[in-house]
């Protein structure tokens, strides 16, 4: 598992895992896969907040990556 902390409006804390083969994400209430992550944060912030809170995101699972080896997979 790998987190940001401080995202999105409500600094919270997010986390990336992979579970059953796939990776997911955590926000508050949210656990879903990172392509769900990203449309739900695309219906609640605006372009520029969007686009960091989406990132941190994409930088947890980037990290989680490289930590189980799953580059390639």
Do not use: H, P
Not at 15 to 37: K, M, P
Not at 42 to 54: G, R, V, W
């Amino acid at each position: 598992m790998t987190s940001r902390e401080n995202c999105g409006y409500s600094s919270r804390t997010i986390f990336a895992a992979w579970v059953q083969g796939n990776f997911r994400i955590a926000a508050g209430c949210f656990w879903n896969t990172l392509d769900e992550f990203e449309s739900a944060v695309d219906e609640s912030y605006s372009c520029e907040a969007a686009e960091t809170y989406k990132q941190a995101a994409r930088d947890c699972v980037a990290e989680l990556t490289v930590k189980l080896n799953k580059a390639g997979e």
